[in-house]
């Protein structure tokens, strides 16, 4: 297939795991190392729905799911914009506390883990997996259990295919630019749900439904940047503007700091606008811009 869409696209890797959820708890249950069982039930608590249309906000292409005792948030990250350690931390406390209601005892929380799938390097290592838990910083004593972040980027994977390291197959499969590199895996692994995930790649990929989808997808990101690139080229040209005014009324050089400073303030003010038009809440465009949802309330009631 020479349109041929890898499992690391963020809509083919959410589709994959949440049409075949035998295929993702195999993919749990190796990647993190855990003990599943065919007993143990494995349940889909929510994932955001894939755009259908071009002028709604990106979203999140994220698969929650729950076992017994255990939630999990499984993500593709195919480009570094927008991704932080801080991120991760937010949405696995945010899952983590899901649900805790007053009375509840907290030794109740489930055990929570973060699983982010990186379509580039993010850490300073040669090791494409990294884990993270809390530690006592002397004694490397675990504090609790309850969290586990594991980060996994695809770049480092070794090229050279390690016989019988499933999760080498795993990110193997999601990383695959073709179906003759799905070929050479198949041929080589002796875990059928390795094989059963190719076959379900293919077949997502033969899905004219899934494929309207990602170009409706591809439509809004490029709206969106567009939008973007608008606002900050009018919010500077009128910030530059005013400022360079005042410097030269004044006679000041600090006209010109001034005149920066203005102009970012007004591509974020306009930039806000826009994403606002485009339903996005206060909360997150000032997670977006990085400012106090303050800044934002004020800016978009600044006319």
């Known amino acids: 297939m020479d349109d041929f869409i890898s499992a690391s696209h963020d809509v083919v890797f959410k589709a994959l795991f949440v049409r075949n959820q035998d295929v993702l708890k195999a993919f749990l249950n190796d ?51 927008g991704f932080s350690s801080e991120r991760v931390l937010y949405y696995w406390s945010k899952l983590f506390g899901d649900g805790f209601e007053s009375g509840s005892k907290y030794e109740e929380l489930d055990q929570t883990y973060s699983v982010n799938v990186l379509g580039f390097c993010y850490f300073d290592c040669k090791n494409y997996h990294s884990s993270f838990s809390i530690l006592e910083n002397e004694r490397h004593e675990a504090l609790t259990n309850k969290l586990s972040i594991h980060v996994f980027e695809l770049p480092k994977v070794p090229r050279e295919l390690i016989s019988g390291d499933r999760v080498q197959e795993w990110m193997e499969i999601i990383k695959a ?72 009324a004044e006679g000041r050089a600090e006209g010109r700091a001034e005149g920066r400073a203005e102009g970012i303030i007004e591509e974020k003010k306009a930039s806000a606008k826009k994403l606002r038009q485009k339903g996005w809440t206060v909360e997150e465009i000032a997670e977006f811009q990085g400012v106090s949802p303050v800044d934002v309330e004020i800016w978009l009631g600044d006319e």
């Open 31 to 81: 990647s993190l190392g855990l003990n599943l069982t065919d007993a143990d039930s494995i349940k889909v608590m929510s994932s955001e729905d894939i755009p259908d249309s071009a002028d709604g906000k990106l979203s999140r292409f994220d698969v929650h799911v729950r076992t017994a005792g255990r939630r999990y948030n499984v993500e593709m990250q195919a480009r570094k914009s």
């Open 177 to 248: 630019e073709s179906e003759e590199a799905l070929d050479i895996i198949r041929k080589r692994t002796e875990n059928p749900m390795i094989n059963k995930a190719i076959d379900a790649i293919c077949q997502l990929n033969a899905d004219e439904k899934l494929r309207e989808q990602i170009r409706v997808q591809q439509k809004a990101e490029y709206d969106y940047g567009n939008d973007i690139a608008v606002a900050r080229d009018e919010g500077m040209a009128k910030g530059m503007a005013k400022g360079m005014a005042k410097g030269r």
